[in-house]
């Protein structure tokens, strides 16, 4: 596995060319942002430090759709029975572009059920900052829906809060597929102010601002979380998992299936899609 290692005076973060992952983010004390990769132990891209989505994130529903009155039955996955999970760009291997001391560019072309798409994803660190960018172009014949979302495991101890804005959401429901949407949001799932996120979560908000942070008290730093996105997946397995995700992604879990496809983009022959993330790194005294 081809591995890149890029830094700054502020950041260091390994990139590994199989499923444009990222195998770690550090701060200049080496300590992580997102999990660590390590690869001396047997490892897949669901252990990463960040993994891209596309051309769809999350579930589908009974892993097909509809489009024009025609059934489009998504491919099998590798690492769930049920379910094209998070799409096949995670899974592949990419090729490189363009590589700097501070910046990679890596693509791909697949071609996988009705799926045909060349892809390419940007990571670049600048300042203090880690700059993200998924770039999709349809290549087939006939329009096919499209989605994108960035799947980064945040570092976490048991102080780490964590704070954001959304209209509502979302709740997991069976199969981990979303129920009904409420703007309501249940007391363990409103982080309108700063809360410590608990035990099992998985859920996906809709009219998210844009922003969100995460808070590191004992290291008096936090992290902040920008995207074009207007959805948020929060997913955490449980409280001793030493990570937290929050997920920027182009549209809504399951959208396949609600009307109007809410943020996915149809996209025609040689059509384009792009979706950005950025995480910076901020210095704080105290948390407030």
């Known amino acids: 596995m081809t591995v890149y290692t890029l830094s700054n005076p502020h950041l260091r973060m390994r990139v590994s060319a199989q499923g444009a992952c990222l195998l770690g983010l550090e701060d200049d004390k080496r300590r992580p942002l997102l999990r660590d990769t390590d690869l001396a132990q047997p490892w897949h891209p669901g252990q990463s430090a960040l993994f891209p989505m596309l051309p769809l994130a999350n579930r589908v529903a009974g892993n097909r759709f509809e489009l024009w009155g025609d059934d489009c039955a998504l491919p099998a996955s590798e690492l769930d029975p049920d379910f094209f999970l998070h799409g096949d760009g995670w899974l592949q291997p990419w090729y490189l572009v363009v590589l700097t001391d501070s910046s990679v560019t890596l693509q791909l ?122 959805f948020l997946m929060l997913y955490q397995p449980d409280d001793a998992s030493g990570f937290v995700c929050l997920e920027p992604q182009s549209h809504a879990a399951n959208a396949h299936h609600m009307a109007g496809h809410p943020g996915l983009r149809l996209l025609g022959r040689g059509d384009r899609m792009s979706i950005g993330m950025t995480l910076s790194l901020q210095r704080t005294q105290a948390a407030q």
């Open 109 to 230: 072309t697949s071609q996988n059920g009705p799926f045909h798409y060349l892809a390419e994803i940007d990571y670049r660190l600048q300042g203090v900052s880690l700059l993200a960018r998924i770039g999709l172009t349809h290549l087939g014949e006939a329009p096919c829906l499209y989605g994108a979302g960035f799947h980064p495991f945040f570092w976490r101890d048991e102080q780490t809060k964590i704070r954001f804005l959304a209209s509502g959401v979302w709740q997991e429901g069976e199969d981990h597929l979303p129920t009904s949407w409420s703007s309501k949001l249940p007391p363990h799932l409103d982080f309108r102010q700063w809360a410590c996120p608990q035990g099992w979560l998985n859920h996906c908000y809709g009219g998210w601002r844009g922003q969100a942070e995460i808070d590191h008290p004992a290291r008096q730093q936090r992290l902040l979380v920008s995207s074009e996105c207007a």
